[in-house]
């Protein structure tokens, strides 16, 4: 059974940190890419940030760039989200994502979110 738990939201101060955690665990995860969306009230989920299987590459939307770091753990079977200088457009639900590929299938994986506010 495929499960992702995510930890660390909370409550912080425009220019704060945090740093999100997701537990993965059912399938093979160094295997998997993995990535971190989120969705604010009244809007459409957005990605926030991919790592491949092997940590080698990543990918971030625009407004992330610079300000967020996302790495994983394949011996721990952990993907984390740094998030830096946060404003308060940052708040929303953070969900974690997990994609693979099997016998020519796709599967696709998220978690129940964690969320993030940001205000003073």
Avoid: H
Wanted: with cysteine.
């Amino acid at each position: 059974q495929v499960q992702l738990v995510e930890s660390g939201g909370g409550l912080v101060q425009p220019g704060g940190s945090l740093r999100l955690s997701c537990a993965a665990s059912g399938f093979t995860f160094s295997s998997a890419a993995m990535s971190w969306y989120r969705q604010a009230p009244g809007k459409a989920r957005e990605l926030v940030a991919t790592i491949t299987g092997t940590g080698g590459s990543t990918n971030y939307a625009d407004s992330m760039k610079g300000r967020f770091t996302i790495s994983r753990d394949n011996a721990k079977n952990m993907v984390y989200l740094q998030m830096n200088s946060l404003k308060p457009e940052d708040t929303a639900v953070y969900y974690c994502n997990a994609r693979f590929w099997l016998l020519a299938n796709t599967y696709e994986y998220w978690g129940q979110g964690t969320q993030v506010t940001v205000s003073s």
